[in-house]
């Protein structure tokens, strides 16, 4: 079982759309990350945020906006995405953003645009 | 930047044969490395992690892997593979970044 619950799991939107990811975790992280996974790819990093505040952004596109209400939640809001777009979005917590901390994924949304 | 290598995109094996699923690192300072599987329509599950001290690191699920900084790998092994570690499995290295720098993966497929 994954202690980091994404929702929704599954998400088909049309380009015009607005729609919003969840990740939550009550683990007591402090880092929390979004990944985008392509098919038969490695994810890749999008965001990080550590204690609420966003740390990095890996140059995505603004149409993709974080949000980090408490240490326990992560959003992820999407707005006029593109085809390419279409993936399996990953979120992530890990104690600290130390290097020696594993991060823990949850089980993803996969998203379609149409 | 930190980078990790797995040499075999797809390791076919049959059930309950040895298998080992290779990676190699890519760094001159101190390294930490996972091995992740993910089931298909799943996340990312953590198998194993090498911090540091004893090289031979044990997992879940029957997994291990061996450090060697000699030869800068990080071999995944398990003696005896069950149709259900039929997945994808991500060797992937930290160093003082954020992000956690992934191997292209491999896909094991263990048959009857």
């Known amino acids: 079982d994954t202690e980091v619950t994404q929702t929704p799991k599954h998400l088909v939107m049309g380009m015009t759309n607005k729609k919003s990811l969840k990740c939550e975790q009550h683990?007591?992280?402090?880092?929390m990350y979004w990944y985008k996974q392509k098919a038969k790819k490695p994810p890749e990093l999008m965001f990080v945020y550590s204690y609420e505040k966003l740390s990095i952004n890996e140059s995505v596109p603004s149409r993709f906006s974080p949000e980090c209400p408490n240490s326990s939640l992560l959003n992820l809001h999407l707005h006029a995405l593109q085809p390419e777009d279409s993936a399996l979005y990953l979120c992530a917590s890990s104690l600290f953003t130390n290097s020696n901390q594993p991060q823990h994924f949850g089980d993803g949304t996969r998203l379609s645009i149409l | 930047a930190q980078s990790v290598t797995q040499l075999d995109s797809q390791v076919p094996v049959f059930e309950e044969a040895p298998v080992e699923l290779r990676c190699n690192y890519s760094?001159?300072?101190?390294?930490?490395l996972f091995w992740y599987v993910q089931y298909p329509n799943q996340g990312l599950q953590l198998l194993l992690k090498y911090l540091s001290g004893s090289t031979l690191v044990k997992g879940i699920n029957g997994f291990e892997a061996e450090f060697n900084k000699s030869q800068t790998s990080f071999h995944l092994r398990k003696p005896s593979v069950h149709i259900s570690d039929t997945a994808e499995y991500f060797c992937?290295?930290?160093?003082?970044?954020?992000?956690?720098?992934f191997g292209k993966g491999t896909s094991l497929l263990v048959t009857p």
């Open positions: 683990m007591g992280h402090r880092a």
């Open positions: 992937a290295v930290r160093n003082s970044g954020y992000a956690l720098n």
């Open positions: 760094s001159s300072v101190s390294v930490y």
